[in-house]
Nanobody
Framework: QLHLAESGGGLVQPGGSLTLSCVVS????????ITWFRRAPGRDHEGVSC????????YYIDAVQGRFTISKDDAKNTVYLQMNNLKPEDTAQYYC???????????????????????WGQGTQVTVSS
């Protein structure tokens, strides 16, 4: 069974940077996307960015486009989320999750839908505050 573990959260000032890591127990051919979600207090899970383990294609929501970069290291089975120019509204618990739903390969924007993901990590807190 697939396992995910996040790390790298913390407290940072507005305009600062953080890099989150998601260690995946194994990249398999059935894993069609690894997605970073976030959940702020009182709000639903929001898909932020996704990456395909097989071909490296990526997807970002408009709110983070140009500020966040998702990447993977196959040798380390790790997906990263580099977050620059952080804003207070980025404050949330951040989770990585995996989907094995094949249709996500063909409509990659579906990767930000929480219901497409069955396997989740435990989360890491990011707080952006002065």
């Amino acid at each position: 069974q697939l396992h995910l573990a996040e790390s790298g959260g913390g407290l940072v000032q507005p305009g600062g940077s953080l890099t989150l890591s998601c260690v995946v127990s194994a990249f398999t051919s059935e894993t069609h996307a690894i997605t970073w979600f976030r959940r702020a207090p009182g709000r639903d899970h929001e898909g932020v960015s996704c990456i395909s383990p097989s071909d490296g294609k990526t997807y970002y929501i408009d709110a983070v486009q140009g500020r966040f970069t998702i990447s993977k290291d196959d040798a380390k089975n790790t997906v990263y989320l580099q977050m620059n120019n952080l804003k207070p509204e980025d404050t949330a618990q951040y989770y990585c999750a995996a989907t094995t739903h094949a249709h996500v390969k063909y409509v990659f924007s579906l990767c930000t839908n929480p219901t497409e993901h069955r396997t989740w990590g435990q989360g890491t807190q990011v707080t952006v505050s002065s």
